[in-house]
């Protein structure tokens, strides 16, 4: 363990230093917004966290015309700005998993950004407010019973409205340091990288796997109370950390109820990194980032119960694991190949690699890498070809488990330890603000952790998916909120 942890803070540390650093203006990279800032036609970043402008993305342009884009303009010169995402994705499995089936899935969210400089004169102050609806039950909750989504926009099986992010944010020092506090999501903020959202397979989307359910991370739209500080050294190195409440209770309810007496801990995640991310300014645009997480908050071994028994033959309450959570991760990507400065057309390669330090988690290791290819054909300047590859190494007490309660269940043999995912897709461009993304996804040696119960391990997996985005403030015309890079 010790070495591990040497080897991880060695890792951290030279992400202070750029790799392959182009020469540029210090303005070049815009600050990274708290805002939800969804680009036309782009996959949702979700939940919030964007490095790149809305007329610096995938698309090329934004989306500057449409039925509201008068009021629009005249709200967004008093400092009011709306946003708007409808993300449906459909995904079936016609072979393999434990189950075969297929669900619709998807969130429809609206929120406002109020600039509180042209409000009320407040300099570098941002109000934020997110309003979610989720609908539809996932494919893996409980057909093929992976650990992972087939559908990333699936939160959870409570389909209300519910309020999320309430934040306010506070620009200070030449916009080099950022300010977050209110109801936040903590994968609001760290371990994202551009790519990762092109695609529907919630591996990546909006963070890693293992990020998103073994950190302690709160996944918006299930807000809790939190803040989070981000300084930039250089205007493309910036060092991140902040706490966030864990309440597991949040996500059964609306929103409305701000108290911390479901609290069960406290998560705390350090980020840094490098990012240069603009077209405009670079030619190969490139992110670095590496990060460490802890939370106080309380989890459960996997295949123990109270009673020091097997929980997967004997069942009873499952015994809490003693150990803090706590982790690392080592995250990029870079283009590779761009012919062309005044075109996107390009090959982005992304990787990553994600750590817990305990061993009784569910997944104990991720590491995950692909590539995207930018306006693929002539003419289709909207258009993306996304492929990804993940592993997942399933931990000795989740395999413990599954095999006793396979056992349990009349039946024999283990999982695999050894899981891969891979999606290829080709993502549309119908319009700047609408998107759709036909996928093929491949699963060996899948899990069955959501559905433990069944005889048989589960064969390899082939699932067909589309995903729809619909940014709807961009089709209605509304402007995305301003951003002011740091100096």
């Known amino acids: 363990m010790g070495r591990q942890r040497l080897a991880w803070a060695g890792a951290l540390a030279l992400m202070g230093v750029p790799v392959h650093a182009q020469t540029a203006q210090a303005q070049t990279v815009p600050a990274q917004p708290k805002v939800q800032l969804i680009a036309p036609g782009q996959p949702q970043l979700q939940p919030q966290l964007q490095t790149v402008t809305q007329s610096e993305t995938a698309t090329g342009r934004a989306q500057t ?15 009011i700005y709306f946003r708007g995402l409808l993300t449906n994705e459909a995904a079936g499995n016609p072979t393999g998993g434990a189950r075969q089936g297929y669900t619709n899935v998807g969130q429809v969210y609206v929120g406002a950004d109020l600039d509180l400089q042209k409000l009320i004169g407040w300099d570098g102050a941002t109000f934020h407010v997110t309003l979610y609806r989720d609908y539809g039950n996932g494919l893996a909750n409980t057909t093929t019973g992976t650990f992972f989504k087939q559908q990333d926009i699936y939160k959870n099986n409570f389909t209300k409205l519910h309020l999320g992010l309430v934040s306010l944010e506070q620009k200070l020092f030449d916009n080099r340091l950022d300010v977050t506090v209110g109801r936040l999501g903590t994968t609001a903020f760290y371990g994202h990288l551009v790519p990762n959202c092109y695609f529907q397979m919630g591996v990546t989307c909006g963070i890693p796997v293992v990020l998103n359910s073994e950190a302690g991370f709160g996944l918006l739209p299930s807000a809790t109370w939190g803040a989070n500080i981000q300084y930039f050294v250089e205007p493309k190195i910036y060092v991140e950390t902040g706490a966030f409440e864990v309440n597991p209770v949040i996500s059964k309810t609306n929103g409305l109820d701000w108290s911390t007496h479901d609290a069960t801990g406290v998560t705390v995640p350090f980020e840094v990194g490098y990012v240069n991310p603009s077209f405009k300014q670079t030619a190969f645009p490139a992110a670095l980032k590496g990060g460490y997480y802890a939370s106080t908050a309380p ?45 996107n057309h390009s090959i982005d390669l992304f990787g990553g690699y994600i750590q817990p330090f305990e061993h009784d988690e569910v997944v104990d290791r991720q590491i995950y890498g692909g590539l995207l290819l930018r306006q693929p054909f002539p003419g289709r300047d909207l258009d993306t070809v996304g492929f990804s590859a993940t592993y997942l190494h399933l931990s000795g007490p989740e395999l413990a488990y599954l095999r006793d309660a396979r056992h349990k269940a009349g039946g024999t043999g283990g999982n695999s330890p050894n899981e891969w995912a891979f999606e290829l897709n080709y993502g549309i461009g119908l319009t700047p603000a609408v998107r759709l993304t036909p996928n093929i996804q491949w699963v060996i040696n899948p899990d069955n952790s959501q559905v433990p119960n069944i005889s048989y391990v589960p064969k390899n997996m082939f699932v067909i998916g589309v995903k729809l985005t619909i940014n709807l403030a961009g089709l209605a015309g509304l402007p995305p909120p301003e951003t002011a890079a740091p100096e």
């Open 299 to 343: 989890r459960v071994n996997p295949n123990l119960n109270t009673k020091g028994q097997s929980f997967g033959l004997y069942g009873g309450k499952q015994a809490s694991a003693n150990s803090l959570r706590q982790g690392g991760y080592i995250m990029g990507d870079r283009v590779i190949w761009r012919p062309d400065r005044n075109s």
């Open 65 to 79: 015309t449409g039925p509201l884009s008068g009021v629009g303009k005249t709200l967004a010169d008093d400092g």
